[in-house]
Each structure stands twice: as C-alpha cells, then as structure tokens.
C-alpha cells in the first residue's frame, strides 16, 4: 500500500487537489484519502482506485507500482485514459438540454457559496471534468 500512497498523494497534488477534493469525487472523506497516502489503509477497491487514477490522470498500473510510466500499463501499452461514444442520438440530446437545464440552476446556487467553498467546488468539477476531453 506504500506504493499506491505515495502515488496518489504524488498525483493528486501534480493535478492540483486537495485530499479533500480527490475524496470527493471518489466517494469517500479527506481523511481516507490521507490514511492511503499514508500507507495506514490495508487496501484500496478497484473502483476506488480506477476513479483515483482517471481524477489523477494516470494508469491503474502506475498507481499500483505495476508500472512507472503515469501513461502505460504493465505491458507498456498507451492506455487512453477515458473512452467516449463519437455520437449523440436524438434521445441523449433530449437529456443533456434538460441536464443542462439542472446545470444552470446549480450553478446560480453556487453563486451563493462563500468564495473559498466556490473554489473548493470550482477545483472539483474542473477535475471532474477534465478526464472527458
């Protein structure tokens, strides 16, 4: 677990986050986060580690020391980080207007935030967001 902590922690801060932030977007508190990087927690779920890597923009392989390259598997293969369809049918645009229609209501919510929970929320969805190019 040493490895995969020092690699997340490593990550997370070249990907500007805070334990906080990272925690977050993966479901689980700060201090979890912080007791990875610490090697004090006895393991890590895949899905819990596939999110990390993708917020870290990195290989499962990298973070679990399988492989030393941030952009390749154990094989040293380029693994893209994300996959995405190259199309939108008439059914999904229906949904994103009316999702972006719930975006827009948050977004004027979060105009209400106190300035350093703003950027707390703004480093999150930007990270978020980040893995769909």
């Not at 201090?31 to 990087?37: K, L, M, T, V, W």
């Not at 899905?47 to 923009?57: D, T």
């Not at 399988?66 to 154990?74: C, F, G, L, R, V």
């Amino acid at each position: 677990m040493k490895v995969i902590g020092e690699r997340v922690k490593e990550r997370r801060k070249l990907v500007e986050l805070s334990q906080g932030d990272l925690g977050a977007l993966v479901g689980i508190s700060a201090q979890a986060i912080s007791n990875i990087e610490r090697g004090r927690t006895e393991s890590v779920s895949i899905n819990r580690l596939e999110l990390m890597s993708r917020y870290c923009k990195c290989t499962i392989e990298y973070l679990s020391g399988d492989s030393d390259d941030p952009d390749k598997n154990a094989e040293g293969l380029i693994v893209p980080i994300v996959f995405l369809d190259d199309y939108v049918t008439v059914d999904d645009f229906g949904e994103m207007v009316e999702n972006s229609k719930e975006m827009l209501k948050l977004v004027r919510k979060a105009n209400r935030v106190p300035k350093q929970e703003k950027e707390r929320l703004y480093n999150i969805m930007k990270a978020f967001l980040e893995i769909y190019p």
